[in-house]
């Protein structure tokens, strides 16, 4: 069974910056949708990113385009989420997730969470202002 693993979380200021992977073994993620998701106290799971598998595509939520940045580093075996011009909104639990052969649509719809097959523990991610 695929296993992710998140890290980089960690206290950041505003406006600083922080760098979250997701790491598998056994499994290629290449061949692999993998999605960012984050969940705030008291608030629902959103989607933020997503890299489709071959990296066809990405796609972002709208308050983090231009400041998130996802890629893949495939002889590591691992995707990225570089994060810029960190916000207090942007504090949350981090979660990669993933779905094989998966080609990635607006990172808002309910649906793309639901699909994912693999989830990590997730990573804190503590924005002070």
């Known amino acids: 069974q695929l296993q992710l693993v998140e890290s980089g979380g960690g206290l950041v200021q505003s406006g600083g910056s922080l760098r979250l992977s997701c790491a598998a073994s056994?499994?290629?993620?290449?061949?692999?949708?993998i999605g960012w998701f984050r969940q705030a106290p008291g608030k629902e799971r959103e989607g933020v990113s997503c890299?489709?598998?071959?990296?066809?595509?990405?796609e972002y939520l709208d308050s983090v385009k231009g400041r998130f940045t996802i890629s893949r580093d495939n002889a590591k075996n691992t995707v990225y989420l570089q994060m810029n011009s960190l916000k207090p909104e942007d504090t949350a639990v981090y979660y990669c997730?993933?779905?094989?052969?998966?080609?990635?649509?607006?990172?808002?719809?309910?649906?793309?969470?639901?699909?994912?097959?693999?989830w990590g523990k997730g990573t804190l991610v503590t924005v002070s202002s």
């Open positions: 997730a993933a779905r094989s052969g998966y080609v990635c649509s607006d990172v808002t719809d309910p649906s793309q969470a639901a699909g994912m097959n693999y």
């Open positions: 056994r499994f290629t993620l290449d061949y692999y949708g």
């Open positions: 890299i489709s598998f071959r990296s066809v595509s990405t």
